[in-house]
């Protein structure tokens, strides 16, 4: 090599090196600049929650002050008795004593001076001493740390582009008798990529929520996928409980975590077996009232979401299970079909004509329902993404709220992508409820508004808007044609029932919930069905389920915590039978539950596929059809025939 060629060389060498210094100069200088701006966003919003802190401090104060003052008030009216009787005995006292002291006692006219003061002598003060309010620091702010303010994107993707998924089937989380424990797997999918930077900055944790134990993950079944949008998890539950499987990213939550995994025992499955049997519910099983059963005989056209028509006739039955001999005679149905049943689908042990009785159709212990049609999930046209409410029209076309994106879709009969409901001027805001009325049309509730939409999904007119603390949940149509819905006021807690006046909008009735709810700070009554002249209401908060007459008010309570039979955990819709049935949506424990008239557990529902994170529920009682929606998995809306 010549001496010019690498004199060359090296000034070139030395030209890249002053651009590349250049360079790098400029970015240090522009990542300055960006952490200047990020942490003067960190500051904003610090500023903003301590700023929402002394606000909410302040009202406390003022609350505080106002009750005190209140309190000051009450013990100085009673200082101001006690004073002005002391005022008018004194008096009183010293003539007497003078009197004696002088010898002229027979002088005193006793009874003159008894009418003056026996109405001090006689007043009764009552020493009850008000209860002076004491404050208590609510825990909620005690552990504040960095993830609740916000987090810091490490990689190239965001904790919501992630999603976990229970992968083991339901049926097989239960305990193996020979070494005491069952594999569970969970994967967490995604449309992106598990980058090396993306794995770095994910954790993970599972805990026996019963026994408060951390589980460790099996490493042998924990794998990538070779596509690298799949990581299994796996791991070995060796005692029956909830199992909590949380995954972080850049110390935030992805979407559906924590995952609550249920885990039984053989003891619990005998235990099904026992109520199944007819023996009695768990002791924290509340029927507070027996009420007649009814069976329900439905005209052409009727409302395929619970929702009987007026003209609707009902008879008294004489016990739970109903004689076939004994069933009145029926007004024929729609028995028209706009799909036809796969070939593995055996007839119905009713006939199609017959009131749908649930527990004629179930036998050793289960109920049947195969896939019919399904709803993939997901933000395409043809698909709905987190669906929480959906109705049948009476031409059966399937109308959905996608709830996370914030549409509402009509579908056909067969599932195919028909329109978009829209709003005129707005769109939706987190769009959950709906109905299908007696009128054909059918009403949306969102987070802001209630709606009513003609049956081609055309705006009408808004019932209700949303009025600061209130928020309303559930929608139901009665058989005098009034919209029900339960309306939640936070400040003071409370729940009612509303009754609007379809033609007219107005409110027309009301019914406080605050005697029947036992506790109201956990209480979260959010799904709403009318069915045989009675309200269905599943509170999630408590989990329990509200049967409520509401002509009497009379109410019915059944359901309580946990896993096990006849248990639920976030119940969410649910489904009424001709009879009385109900079919609940035990949300967190990934089941449909089959209770009897009474709310006495029957059995689970056996679905293929099954179910994940059940919501809304409707059931086509004519066709024999039940439509679940679930928040988890890829099949966001599935249709069963009922076997």
Same mark, same amino acid.
């Given at each position: ?155 190239? #993707? ?7 998924? %229970? =992968?083991? *089937?339901?049926?097989?989380? @239960? &305990?193996?008798?020979?070494? /005491? ?68 990213? #850049? ?7 924590? %995952? =609550?995994? *249920?885990?039984?025992?053989? @003891? &619990?499955?005998?235990?099904? /077996? ?80 017959? *009131? ?288």
């Amino acid at each position: 090599m010549e001496p010019a060629t690498l004199v060359e060389k090296i000034q070139d060498k030395l030209l890249l090196n002053d651009e590349m210094l250049k360079d790098i100069d400029d970015k240090r200088a522009e990542l300055k600049r960006i952490c200047e701006e990020e942490q003067n966003k960190i500051s904003a919003v610090c500023e903003q929650v301590k700023a929402r802190i002394v606000a909410a401090g302040e009202t406390l104060k003022s609350k505080s002050q106002e009750i005190y003052c209140e309190l000051d008030q009450v013990l100085g009216d009673k200082r101001e008795v006690v004073r002005t009787g002391s005022l008018v005995l004194c008096p009183e006292l010293e003539e007497i004593t003078d009197l004696i002291e002088q010898g002229e006692e027979a002088n005193f006219d006793v009874q003159d001076c008894w009418d003056r003061i026996k109405e001090v002598l006689n007043h009764q003060q009552i020493d009850s001493d008000p209860k002076i309010p004491l404050f208590y620091p609510s825990p909620t702010l005690s552990k504040v740390k960095a993830c609740d303010l916000g987090f810091l994107c490490l990689a190239e #993707y965001l904790p919501s582009q992630f999603e976990l998924l %229970l =992968t083991s *089937p339901m049926s097989c989380l @239960q &305990l193996n008798s020979n070494n /005491n424990s069952c594999k569970v797997v969970c994967n967490v999918k995604t449309d992106c990529k598990f980058t090396d930077s993306v794995q770095s900055c994910f954790k993970f944790s599972i805990k026996n929520r019963n026994c408060k134990e951390t589980v460790e993950y099996s490493k042998e079944y924990c794998k990538l996928s070779e596509d690298k949008k799949s990581f299994q998890i796996a791991f070995l539950a060796q005692k029956p409980g909830m199992y909590l499987v949380t995954v972080l990213l #850049y110390d935030q939550h992805i979407t559906n975590s924590p %995952l =609550t995994v *249920p885990v039984i025992s053989k @003891q &619990l499955l005998q235990d099904q /077996n026992k109520y199944n049997e007819g023996e009695k519910l768990p002791k924290n099983t509340n029927l507070l009232k027996k009420e007649p059963k009814y069976a329900m005989i439905a005209p052409p056209g009727s409302d395929y979401n619970h929702n009987p028509r007026p003209a609707e006739l009902r008879c008294p039955l004489p016990s739970s299970t109903v004689p076939r001999s004994s069933i009145p005679p029926h007004i024929a149905t729609d028995q028209s079909s706009h799909s036809s049943s796969p070939p593995s689908i055996s007839p119905s042990k009713e006939s199609p004509s017959d *009131p749908l009785d649930l527990q004629l159709h179930s036998s050793e212990g289960k109920l049947v329902c195969l896939r019919m049609l399904s709803l993939q999930a997901g933000a395409k046209p043809d698909s709905v993404f987190k669906p929480i409410g959906l109705c049948i029209l009476h031409n059966r076309n399937i109308v959905v709220s996608s709830t996370f994106n914030d549409k509402v879709k009509i579908f056909s009969p067969s599932g195919q992508f028909l329109s978009l409901v829209t709003i005129p001027q707005s769109n939706f805001t987190r769009p959950t409820d709906m109905v299908t009325l007696h009128s054909g049309q059918f009403a949306v509730r969102d987070d802001n508004k209630v709606m009513v939409f003609t049956s081609e999904g055309g705006y009408m007119k808004t019932l209700w808007q949303d009025r600061g603390q209130v928020k309303c949940f559930g929608l139901a149509q009665n058989k005098e044609d009034m919209l029900i819905t339960i309306m939640e006021t936070m400040r003071p807690r409370r729940t009612d029932l509303l009754f609007f006046d379809l033609k007219t909008g107005e409110l027309s009735r009301k019914i406080e919930m605050n005697d029947i709810i036992s506790d109201k700070t956990r209480s979260k009554c959010r799904f709403l069905t009318y069915q045989l002249d009675k309200l269905y209401i599943t509170d999630l908060g408590l989990d329990c389920v509200y049967i409520l007459d509401p002509v009497t008010v009379s109410v019915k309570v059944f359901g309580c915590s946990g896993s096990g039979p006849g248990q639920l955990s976030d119940p969410a819709g649910l489904v009424v039978d001709s009879v009385g049935n109900m079919v609940v949506a035990d949300s967190r424990n990934h089941r449909l539950c089959l209770f009897n008239q009474e709310g006495k557990f029957v059995c689970n529902l056996s679905l293929s596929p099954e179910t994940r994170r059940p919501s809304g529920v409707v059931l086509d009682k004519a066709k024999r059809e039940l439509y679940v929606l679930n928040l988890q998995g890829r099949e966001a809306m599935t249709k069963y025939k009922i076997k």
